[in-house]
């Protein structure tokens, strides 16, 4: 009975245990997988077997963690072992539901005392992101001690809380990973040995990096190295890496042939002497990536050799997400070179707002400037400065303020020379988008060929709205100029107030004042036309003074007043004028012209100045003798300034002059007279003892000419009776009592009625006058007719500088022109 229970019992253990073998595969999965369900791992494929040896064999085991597939092939595992032959990873994208894991917790692993070692043969990582899978071999000498060779070798340690060891990786690990030709990452080569440890939490990796990148664009090569310690932390929860770069010696170097990147052009030789080939890099302590926000304090680039450049940015942060919403940075930079004394630029961007400021020293213009034109520029002790405060420059309006001051000892181009100039420019732009600038100009001197101009005042402001699709511009200008020299005339206090509005062309006006003399001036300059308006207002004809004297010293006007408009277009070098001159009075030493009026028109067309024939009236010229109730015509044509039909009252007569061209050096101008009261000639000089009566007339062709004036074949002759006295004539008494035989002839000419008078005229350009003189009367008392020829020589210049010297009117004049003053 025993025995056959016993048979019994031992044939269901066997049965149970054979069933259980041939459902082996089912039972495990059905056990373990609730199991790996809990931790998220999905077990798809499992077949296993037990050897001879009783070690347990899989063929092949299939995980699945979160899309990350794992193959285990040829699996041993016994109490000693447990031996891959070959591992598969592949690496997939993670779930977008499962992107954002709970927090890590700090490692706290119950690692067993004893446990088979775990070795894999040849683990194979496969990624679409790299260029060629990863092979490595992993395997554990010791319990907990890891031994990783192939594309990367590693040793680790793990402990309950804590990851820890060392690997090294270099270049060909970059490219089995990602396609590196014919990028920018071909040309990186680098090694690099790393300890690290890993808590669950944190990971930190601290070891020495040597890296070398080399690219070439074009004919330029560039290099870039890097060798040092690098300090790298990474935290689980935060996301945040922190990089601490100091220790690193980093440097970049250009190949001289680099120059040809810059575009040809005038300053391209100019960039190439300045720009440094070799250059420092320096990295800061603390590089932190959170969140994709970069936090950098501190990059400094440094250049060696003489050109002196320094590249700081401080205190930078960056968003990956959005570059400009959260990025904000502080920049320093200064160069010094031989051929720039130094620029200095500071500038800060935050919150969307960059502000800051610059200085610029250059002892002269570089070359490229100097020789922009086939006339070269140059200027002294050149300095820049300014600053800025910009708002909105990334997104919505931009809006801000900028200054900016220049100044230069001295500037030269071509015939152009400046002294001691500054240049102060403000610019502003308000959320509406509307702009102003202003630019004021200060020059101490400026020379041009022959002309200079004095402490020259230019300020100019323009206004617009920059909204609009065509720009309008509102400009206002005010421009002082003290002094303004030529060979040809000089001008005093110029001022000039302007307005105008740009938009497809410029349409100005402006009130200028020259010597307080006051004009309007009104233009349009577009492209193919510029026409202009310029009125001068009613205003005292003294002002021009001035002027006058700069061309003849002795002449000033003393009253009356003067206007007139004109209007042409400067591109057709043509314009209109009228002008008109009233009540003019003038001095010229000791010439006076009183109550001069007339009204002109004409035009200038490509040179060439018209004046149409115009009427003038002068009331009185007092040159020794007065003339009176002058009237004539003048007029310009071809630049060809004459006179004609003058006519006028004279010793109670009346003269003509038929034309005078005050262009021509050579000419002769016919003078005639008639009805002269002989009374008002002869008492000329009051002294003579000699009076004499009735009218004369005569005619005088005055010859001009480059010695002077001349009178010719002039002659002379009475208009009806006359009558001569002679009494108390010094020099007559003389003649008769030197002369004892001439005496009866000579006392009829005491008092004689004069029938007929003729006389020729010469005058030499000298001022002497001679008169051939035939006298034919009556000497009642006497009872005789005479016939007296006479020659007479005498300078009239002399006789009327004395007569002028005389008048009283004169003196007159210029205590009136005295008390009016300039």
């Known amino acids: 009975m025993f025995k056959r229970v016993s048979l019994i019992i031992s044939s269901l253990l066997l049965s149970i245990i054979l069933l259980g073998y041939i459902f082996r595969l089912p039972l495990v999965q059905w056990a373990i997988t609730p199991q790996l369900e809990k931790a998220g791992i999905t077990l798809s494929c499992l077949n296993f077997s037990v050897t001879a040896q009783l070690n347990v064999h899989a063929d092949k085991v299939c995980l699945t963690y979160q899309n990350q597939q794992l193959e285990l092939i040829d699996i041993t595992v016994n109490t000693k072992q447990v031996i891959v032959e070959h591992a598969v990873l592949s690496i997939n994208p993670l779930p977008k ?7 890590a917790k700090k490692l706290a692993l119950a690692l067993p005392e004893k ?15 790299f260029n060629k899978p990863l092979k490595i071999n992993l395997a554990e000498p010791i319990l907990n001690q890891f031994n990783i060779t192939g594309d990367i070798n590693a040793k680790a340690i793990l402990a309950n809380n804590k990851l820890t060891g060392q690997f090294s990786v270099d270049d060909s690990l970059l490219k089995q990973l990602i396609n590196t030709e014919n990028t920018a990452v071909a040309g990186i080569s680098f090694s690099t040995q790393q300890v690290f ?11 020495d990096v040597n890296a070398q990148f080399e690219y070439a664009m074009e004919q330029c090569r560039l290099e870039a190295l890097a060798n040092g310690r690098l300090i790298i932390g990474f935290n689980l929860n935060s996301k945040l890496v922190e990089l601490d770069s100091s220790l690193l010696n980093n440097k970049l170097n250009l190949t001289p042939t680099c120059s040809s990147l810059v575009p040809p052009s005038d300053y391209a ?3 190439a002497d300045q720009t440094p080939l070799n250059w420092q890099i320096k990295l800061p302590k603390v590089i932190s990536i959170t969140n994709n926000h970069l936090t950098l304090p501190m990059l400094n680039i440094m250049s060696e050799g003489d050109n002196q450049f320094e590249i700081t940015l401080m205190e930078s942060e960056l968003n990956f997400t959005n570059l400009w919403a959260d990025f904000k940075s502080m920049l320093a930079v200064s160069i010094s070179t031989p051929d720039i004394n130094n620029i200095e630029l500071n500038a800060e961007f935050k919150n969307n707002t ?3 400021n610059y200085t610029v020293a250059l002892n002269s213009l570089p070359d490229f400037i100097a020789s922009t034109s086939s006339n070269k520029i140059s200027a002294n002790k050149v300095n820049a400065s300014g600053q800025f405060n910009l708002i909105n420059i990334v997104d919505g309006k931009p809006s801000g303020n900028a200054t900016s001051r220049l100044t230069a000892a001295k500037v030269d181009f071509a015939q152009l020379s400046v002294e001691q100039y500054e240049g102060r420019l403000t610019a502003q732009l308000d959320d509406a988008l509307n702009a102003q600038i202003t630019l004021k100009t200060l020059f101490k001197t400026l020379k041009y060929n022959e002309f200079k101009l004095t402490d020259i005042s230019n300020t100019i402001t323009a206004k617009a709205n920059l909204t609009h699709g065509e720009l309008f511009a509102d400009l206002s200008a005010n421009t002082v100029i003290n002094k303004f020299n030529s060979p040809v005339i000089k001008l005093n206090n110029i001022k000039v107030a302007s307005t105008g509005l740009q938009s497809r062309a410029l349409k100005a006006s402006h009130h200028v004042f020259v010597n307080d003399i006051e004009l309007a001036v009104n233009h349009h300059i577009s492209a193919v036309e510029h026409p202009f308006e310029i009125v001068v207002p009613t205003q005292n004809i003294v002002l021009l003074n001035t002027f006058i004297h700069q061309f003849e010293p002795l002449a000033q006007l003393t009253q009356g007043t003067f206007n007139g408009r004109i209007s042409g277009d400067v591109n057709l070098q043509h314009a209109s004028f009228a002008m008109e001159l009233n009540n003019a009075s003038a001095l010229y030493n000791d010439y006076l012209a009183s109550d001069l009026s007339s009204q002109f028109v004409g035009e200038y067309n490509s040179g060439q100045l018209n004046v149409k024939p115009t009427t003038f009236n002068l009331n009185e010229l007092r040159a020794g003798v007065v003339i009176k109730n002058i009237k004539g015509n003048w007029q310009v044509k071809n630049n060809n300034a004459r006179m004609f039909d003058i006519a006028g009252e004279l010793f109670d007569g009346e003269f003509s002059l038929d034309k005078y061209s005050l262009n021509d050096l050579q000419q002769v101008a016919n003078v005639n007279f008639k009805n002269i009261d002989a009374s008002k000639l002869i008492t000329l000089d009051e002294q003579s003892g000699i009076t004499l009566s009735g009218r004369f007339a005569g005619t005088l062709p005055v010859h001009f000419n480059s010695t002077g004036i001349e009178v010719v074949n002039g002659s002379l002759s009475n208009q009806g009776t006359g009558k ?4 108390n004539n010094a020099a007559f008494d003389s003649v008769m009592q030197q002369q004892q035989e001439l005496q009866p002839v000579l006392g009829l000419l005491k008092n004689l009625d004069i029938q007929k008078l003729n006389s020729s005229v010469a005058l030499k350009s000298d001022g002497w006058l001679k008169l051939g003189v035939n006298l034919q009367g009556y000497n009642k008392q006497a009872e005789q007719q005479v016939n007296f020829n006479y020659n007479h020589e005498e300078n009239i210049f002399t006789l009327l500088r004395a007569l002028r010297l005389s008048d009283e009117i004169t003196q007159k004049v210029e205590q009136q022109y005295s008390q009016k003053g300039n």
């Open 97 to 103: 539901s499962n992107q954002s894991s709970s927090a």
């Open 115 to 129: 446990r088979p070692l775990i070795a894999i043969k040849q683990l194979v990582i496969k990624s679409n992101d």
């Open 197 to 207: 440890s890993f808590d669950g939490i944190e990971l930190q990796l601290n070891g």
């Open 269 to 271: 030789d100019f960039i």
């Open 354 to 356: 960059l502000k800051g």
């Open 724 to 727: 001569l006295m002679i009494t």
